[in-house]
């Protein structure tokens, strides 16, 4: 059997998975090596930074939280850690557009009460969720209908409605919480609600020791590097080597059984290889494993993605007047702005923007809008001058813009999506030796993509050393 493992699509999950097989297999007898399969000219997917103009510009996600051990594990292991840079402090202040104006999004229960985002009745529906009682049944539930029946329909529809949109591009109304955000299942079955958690929490870092920083809930700080998340995937790229090939096409897989599976090219030959990983998105993963498994691919063709456009503006510092520090804002649903959000991308990062000079980002699509990405240039920029007029009151024009597509965009993890998860694992138990990996499946954030990488690689090469035995006997 070949000890090759196919890693098809070269995302952050499968060059993550890629450098696990390499790191383990060094450690292993025999020659497992990954070969990553790539079908476009670049490795890295929706993640890439340009250096333009003095502007540096992100693609997709702008950095990751610094509490995900395999990411951070990851970052040292490439040699990375003295290129880390920390969003600045003045970053975690939020912001959501509402009836006209940017309105500060609380940081806890105490501040919300004294907050203007919501009215008088829907703030103190919130402080009531402690007396909510938990949730006994075990369907399926949107994080829309989760959230209004824990904090009511105001917060639901304001601010998780913006979350969501802010996150995944998606409709709250759409997406399952218990796949989408399994940490807020957990606090209402662990604990009884949100608040009651957060408490229990807090008094569990006071017990512990940790003083000033007990009410500090929500571990993780946003790092990126000096010429931003570009960095993590060229290094990941370098420390593999020739085991990366580009601009090659995967058609189909054929499970061999003991002799593992046979991949089929768009041209060539075809390779047979003893594991493969389906790192690419749901839809690509669809196609390759149609002919084998039908069931499969149906599972997998269930997963719709939420198209998404980014658009940067780089304006002069002084043609802005007065206007807030912090991470930027959200735009929830009801509101007017054609956008989803922008991101204050020179006031996170250091180096994003030419002294004298700030960057925002812009995003537009999604799930409720998918149009907004075949909008020609000219109407997507004036599109966002608009927005961040209404929403800013920026009436100056940027020197500097650029515009990413992402057609595919955010994967969306809809209602079934935990049944959906379920039929794909039963039919991926019917193939030894077959894995998917990526934000399709199990979390849209870098942190969730890498933190699946060492069970993923530890799985693959156990995997091959069984089967190498059963050959030998």
């Known amino acids: 059997m070949s000890r090759v493992v196919a890693v098809i699509g070269a995302g952050v999950s499968g060059l993550a998975v890629a450098c696990e097989v390499v790191e383990r297999a060094q450690r292993s007898p025999g020659s497992i090596r990954p070969l990553i399969l790539e079908a476009s000219d670049r490795a890295g997917g929706n993640i890439r930074s340009e250096r333009s103009g003095g502007f540096l510009c992100e693609w997709g996600p702008n950095g990751f939280l610094d509490n995900a051990p395999a990411t951070l594990t990851l970052v040292r292991r490439l040699g990375l850690e003295t290129r880390r840079v920390v969003a600045r402090p003045e970053s975690a202040v939020r912001f959501i557009f509402r009836k006209g104006r940017l309105r500060r999004v609380p940081s806890g229960p105490g501040e919300l009460l004294r907050s203007n985002l919501l009215s008088i009745p829907g703030r103190l529906r919130v402080s009531a969720e402690i007396l909510v009682p938990r949730r006994t049944t075990a369907a399926d539930e949107s994080v829309f209908d989760f959230a209004r029946r824990r904090i009511g329909r105001e917060a639901a529809s304001i601010m998780i409605d913006a979350m969501v949109r802010g996150i995944f591009a998606g409709d709250a109304r759409q997406l399952s919480v218990a796949s989408a955000f399994p940490n807020m299942v957990r606090m209402e079955a662990e604990h009884g609600g949100l608040i009651r958690a957060l408490l229990a929490k807090r008094k569990q870092a006071r017990a512990e020791g940790r003083g000033a920083n007990a009410g500090k809930v929500t571990g993780g700080e946003l790092n990126s590097f000096k010429d931003g998340m570009q960095e993590l995937i060229d290094a990941m790229v370098r420390h593999l080597g020739d085991n990366l090939r580009t601009d090659i096409t995967v058609r189909s897989i054929s499970d061999m059984g003991i002799r593992g599976f046979r991949i089929h090219f768009d041209e060539g030959a075809p390779m047979d290889v003893g594991a493969v990983v389906l790192a690419c998105p749901a839809a ?103 927005s961040l007029n209404a929403t800013m009151g920026i009436v100056t024009q940027p020197y500097f813009s650029r515009i990413h597509r992402h057609r595919r965009g955010i994967p969306q993890y809809t209602l079934g999506h935990p049944q959906r998860l379920g039929v794909i694992r039963e039919r991926l138990a019917g193939h030894s030796g077959l894995w998917v990996s990526g934000n399709a499946y199990a979390g849209v954030s870098v942190n969730a993509c890498v933190e699946e990488s060492p069970r993923v690689a530890e799985e693959i090469l156990e995997h091959l050393a069984r089967t190498s035995q059963v050959e030998a006997s």
């Open 284 to 386: 690509q993963a669809a196609g390759i494993v149609q002919e084998m498994d039908p069931s499969l691919s149906a599972a997998m063709g269930e997963i719709p993605s939420a198209p998404v456009a980014v658009v940067h503006f780089g304006y002069r510092t002084a043609a802005l007047g007065d206007q807030p520090t912090g991470f930027g804002f959200m735009v929830p649903r009801s509101e007017k702005p054609r956008i989803l959000g922008s991101l204050w991308s020179s006031q996170i990062f250091e180096g994003r923007a030419p002294e004298g000079s700030r960057l925002m980002t812009t995003m537009l699509g999604g799930a409720n809008d998918p149009d907004a990405v075949k909008l020609d240039d000219r109407k997507l920029l004036e599109t966002v001058r608009t």
